[in-house]
T-cell receptor, first 112, second 116 residues
Framework: GDSVTQMEGPVTLSEEAFLTINCTYT??????LFWYVQYPGEGLQLLLK?????DKGSNKGFEATYRKETTSFHLEKGSVQVSDSAVYFC???????????FGQGTELSVKP | GAVVSQHPSWVICKSGTSVKIECRSL??????MFWYRQFPKQSLMLMAT?????????EQGVEKDKFLINHASLTLSTLTVTSAHPEDSSFYIC????????????FGPGTRLTVL
């Protein structure tokens, strides 16, 4: 079945460091791909998305490119801030029924 | 943006009792709501999908008689954990969607259930 695999956390970075969180997926057909962020004590928020191959989603300095050839959707940010500390989830939208399938989440901690 | 609330945010109950969790879409009508369960350091697992006015569709392995879902209106869905046991302790998250399957889901903040 369809699945999403993320790199394990926690990831600890210093402020202004470069961030990459790897995400790969297995799916039949052509799913849409998402990154969600969960700040402490809050619900999941959509960070960015891409709906077809080679699309690049971007928001708040974060970017991810839908790579069909490598079945990947890695999240990147050039310079992280303390306020980016959160748990990040990669997800795909299952073609049938509109169900989201999530990766296991990656906790990011950014130190001043 | 669209806001989804959950109540309560946390609950502690005794084994054998039932607990009801509410999920509300505050500023939009949600034709579909989803219930997820999240274990510590793990992913969100979809439990069931509910459409307003119809029976919920449960994922494989989820006991529908234990986790009762009611989606009585376009702004409210409830999850009742019946005869709760310690293994039901978890973080329960709902999401709500307006319109078709490719529309964005908006997530509630979650409810922490602890069964003693």
């Amino acid at each position: 079945g369809d699945s999403v695999t993320q790199m394990e956390g926690p990831v600890t970075l210093s402020e202004e460091a470069f961030l990459t969180i790897n995400c790969t997926y297995t799916a039949t057909g052509y799913p849409s791909l998402f990154w969600y962020v969960q700040y402490p004590g809050e619900g999941l928020q959509l960070l960015l998305k891409a709906t077809k191959a080679d699309d690049k989603g971007s928001n708040k300095g974060f970017e991810a490119t839908y790579r069909k050839e490598t079945t990947s959707f890695h999240l990147e940010k050039g310079s992280v801030q303390v306020s980016d500390s959160a748990v990040y989830f990669c997800a795909l939208l299952y073609n049938q029924g509109g169900k989201l399938i999530f990766g296991q989440g990656t906790e990011l901690s950014v130190k001043p | 943006g669209a806001v989804v609330s959950q109540h309560p945010s946390w609950v502690i109950c005794k084994s054998g009792t039932s607990v009801k969790i509410e999920c509300r879409s505050l500023d939009f009508q949600a034709t579909t709501m989803f219930w997820y369960r999240q274990f510590p350091k793990q992913s969100l697992m979809l439990m069931a999908t509910s459409n307003e006015g119809s029976k919920a569709t449960y994922e494989q392995g989820v006991e529908k008689d234990k986790f009762l879902i009611n989606h009585a209106s376009l702004t409210l869905s409830t999850l009742t954990v019946t005869s709760a046991h310690p293994e039901d302790s978890s973080f329960y998250i709902c999401s709500a969607r307006r319109g078709g399957p490719y529309n964005e889901q908006f997530f509630g903040p979650g409810t922490r259930l602890t069964v003693l």
